[in-house]
């Protein structure tokens, strides 16, 4: 098989990315091919952290802001909306490294696989959730008059409120989760789900 393809049933599918990844990974000799996992799997992780910002945007602007129009904190909007986006990544996640990151690794059936790719992102999950939930108020506050400076270069009048905070606070402490995640979910999912590679 070429390493610049990725097997999709009978058919090979190229994708652009394996010839860097490859790239990379050939300078690190006998360990080339756990590199280029590890990149690749990072590749996945941002388009799962691209679905999993999106979605939380989405959800807070929408249907669970973070506070309502008093200003009262909603800690179970930020835990849902951060839950929901979280299944979409999963499942965005699950998909690519299944075709793209381990195309060899098929000795389980799909939905095995799915279990263990699905209870080692619970855990990433719960940790991340607990984590966002407590600490996202207080990161609104402590970023919020940092970042001022940049937010008035796009919008001169723009007067910080209460829920901007609470969305800014979600998605950095969002961004410190999905860091320790992507390493818990590597490490854990070479381990368990793809150790037949």
Do not use: C
């Not at 699905?118 to 990161?139: E, K, L, N, P």
């Amino acid at each position: 098989m070429n390493q610049s393809t990725v097997r999709t049933g009978p058919r090979m599918i190229r994708n652009p990315l394996d010839f860097p990844i490859n790239v990379i990974a050939a300078r690190f000799g006998d360990k080339s091919k756990e590199v280029e996992r590890f990149l690749k799997f990072a590749v996945v992780g941002v388009i799962g952290a691209l679905v999993d910002f999106g979605v939380v945007a989405v959800l807070q602007a929408s249907l669970l802001p973070p506070s309502n129009s008093r200003g009262e904190s909603l800690m179970l909007n930020v835990a849902l909306a951060t839950s929901i986006a979280f299944l979409a990544a999963v499942i965005s996640n699950f998909t690519w490294n299944r075709l793209w990151t381990y195309p060899d690794s098929r000795s389980r059936s799909a939905r095995r696989q799915l279990a263990l790719f699905a209870f080692i992102s619970f855990v990433g999950w719960f940790g991340r959730t607990i984590w966002i939930t407590v600490s996202y108020h207080f990161i609104g506050e402590l970023f919020m008059p940092i970042l001022l400076p940049l937010i008035r270069i796009l919008r001169p009048a723009y007067i910080p409120t209460y829920s901007a905070e609470g969305k800014l606070g979600t998605l950095i402490a969002m961004a410190i989760g999905v860091v320790v995640v992507m390493f818990w979910n590597f490490f854990a999912n070479r381990r368990w789900t793809y150790n037949d590679v």
